[in-house]
């Protein structure tokens, strides 16, 4: 087990009408002059901005709305908050969304800040010191962004996925309200729990495996999500299981489960790749590409993946021949994906064959031309990465 420092300072409300209490919220953690950053029109439609505009304008709470936030968020909408932020002089940024929009916030608040190109935390070329307070009104569960301290943006300029993470980014509270979960789509929903599995399952994945409790929470997260989005499919308006999901998709995300484990996080950088160049969605990328990391690297710790089939995917254990035990437990997972209508193989995800340029080009990029490595499980190199690649291909 190796030591570890556990920080969520995030304020969480929960439940039916949460969003009643952003006012009071906001004045609570010093906002004066406040930023409202969306997406697209659902949270328009919805009538969540008409509400969240009124309740500030009862307390008195001068505000400036931006919109237009796509899934992968890009730098440009970025730059384009941190100019408007600083020619109206705001203190606060409350993100009213999921998780692209959350990140767009964060890297916002950093920028608003600094001196320089805000891109430059992204590409290590500077740690951010100081940031605008962020909060969230979570209307995409996914992403653990309003919890969490990463954030990740695209560079449409160099299609160019990258994160970032600093604790003094966290949100200061986050709104949760499962009934604003009703609308989404089945795909959406699909792919949201995907991406919340995956925030545990890259924790869970490691060699330090004698953290008993962190295990037991991270298994049991990921049963209760599994069991979940086949219940909010069949019902989109199942107040209870919408209720697992969007609270699972928090504590997947917030560090708890990664405490006393070292963690991996390969299979979230080979995917960024994927959404940097054919803009897909981030959950449904993970589901593309994670079997053929798992197969590439499970005799690391057959142990973990015997663990894992057993106690999360419901695969009978083989005692005799564990390593079969281990690949049941992959294939369980695949089957799992496309139940719910997610994509294993990039063919699937994308339409169409990758091609080899394209590939090379990933892992160009992933690797920064072969002068980094990804991941703890199984530290990959440029040609690891390949061969992952070519497999999910």
């Known amino acids: 087990m190796k030591d570890f420092v556990y920080y969520a300072p995030t304020e969480v409300v929960f439940g039916k ?11 609570k953690y010093g906002g004066h002059r406040v930023l409202i950053h969306y997406g697209g029109q659902s949270a328009v439609k919805s009538g969540l901005i008409d509400k969240t505009c009124s309740l500030l304008k009862e307390s ?6 931006l919109g237009g936030v796509v899934p992968n968020p890009r730098l440009s909408k970025v730059h384009e908050g941190i100019a408007l932020c600083r020619e109206k002089d705001i203190d606060f940024i409350l993100a009213v969304g999921g998780g692209s929009v959350i990140d767009s916030a964060k890297a916002i608040a950093y920028g608003v800040v600094y001196e320089g190109d805000v891109w430059d935390f992204y590409v290590g070329k500077a740690q951010a010191k100081a940031c605008l307070p962020v909060a969230s009104i979570l209307t995409i569960p996914a ?51 995907t991406d919340m599995m995956m925030h545990t399952m890259e ?21 209760t999500l599994k069991n979940a989005v086949y219940a909010v499919l069949e019902n989109p308006c199942d107040y209870r299981n919408r209720a697992q ?14 405490c006393g484990l070292r963690d991996d996080w390969a299979t979230h950088q080979l995917e960024h790749e994927l959404s940097a160049m054919f803009d897909v969605t981030h959950g449904a990328g993970l589901a593309a590409i994670w079997a053929s990391w798992a197969r590439y690297v499970y005799k690391e ?44 193989s990039i063919h699937d995800l994308i339409g169409r064959k990758i091609s080899d340029t394209e590939i090379e080009e990933m892992v160009h990029k992933c690797s920064r031309g072969d002068t980094v490595t990804l991941g703890s499980f199984k530290v990959l190199h440029a040609a690891d990465m390949l061969q992952i690649y070519l497999k999910a291909r």
Do not use: C
């Open 17 to 27: 009408d949460a969003e009643e209490q952003v006012a009071l919220l906001i004045e």
């Open 60 to 65: 008195g709470i001068a505000f400036e709305l």
């Open 143 to 193: 992403a653990g962004s309003e919890m969490s301290e990463a954030s990740v943006i695209t560079n449409e300029k160099v299609d160019l996925k990258l994160g970032y993470s600093n604790n003094i980014s966290r949100p200061r509270f986050a709104i949760m309200n499962p009934v604003r979960t009703f609308t989404l789509p089945p795909y959406q929903t699909a792919a949201g729990v």
């Open 203 to 223: 924790r869970y994945f490691s060699h330090d495996d004698d953290m008993t409790l962190t295990d037991a929470i991270a298994e049991s997260i990921l049963r």
């Open 245 to 258: 999901i969007m609270w699972g998709g928090s504590v997947a995300h917030n560090g708890l489960t990664g």
């Open 301 to 344: 710790n057959v142990s973990r993946f015997v663990r894992f089939a057993v106690n999360v995917m419901g695969v009978e254990n083989d005692f005799a021949h564990p390593e079969q035990t281990a690949l049941e437990g992959i294939r369980a997972t695949e089957r799992f994906f496309e139940s719910i209508g997610m994509p294993t």
